[in-house]
């Protein structure tokens, strides 16, 4: 069954180095057919929006950018699959890369908070 995430929240759990997400920070999913979008802040991002594509599998890809606490712009594009914990909360794996503002590649896992179950 495909995963619809509109009005779903996720926190980050862990994330590579040269990340910014952190368990601070809080992501509210919204989509209307296969379009995802969503914002996010918390912990260092004051102010962040994704949009991309919710794929047949559920998988997501989506392009990202934010304001840092420090003012810095920053923005990447992210590929996210899916896994549905027991009790029924999705947890998603993330590999990401920096397009401008940060460097690298990383990989970061985000999870549903219990609010955002529906």
């Not at 862990?14 to 920070?25: A, H, I, M």
């Not at 979008?37 to 989506?62: C, K, P, Q, R």
Request: proline share 3%; with cysteine.
């Amino acid at each position: 069954m495909k995963i619809n995430y509109h009005g779903r929240t996720f926190a980050g759990v862990s994330n590579t180095p040269n990340g910014q997400v952190s368990g601070e920070t809080l992501f509210t999913y919204g989509q209307d057919g296969d379009m995802l979008t969503a914002t996010y802040s918390g912990g260092s991002i004051e102010n962040g929006h994704m949009t991309g594509l919710v794929n047949e599998d559920s998988s997501l890809y989506f392009a990202y950018h934010h304001l840092d606490t420090d003012g810095r712009l920053k923005s990447g594009y992210c590929h996210s699959t899916p896994e549905v914990l027991p009790d029924g909360r999705i947890r998603l794996h993330e590999k990401w890369e920096w397009t401008h503002g940060g460097e690298g590649k990383g990989e970061s896992v985000v999870e549903e908070k219990d609010e955002g179950k529906g």
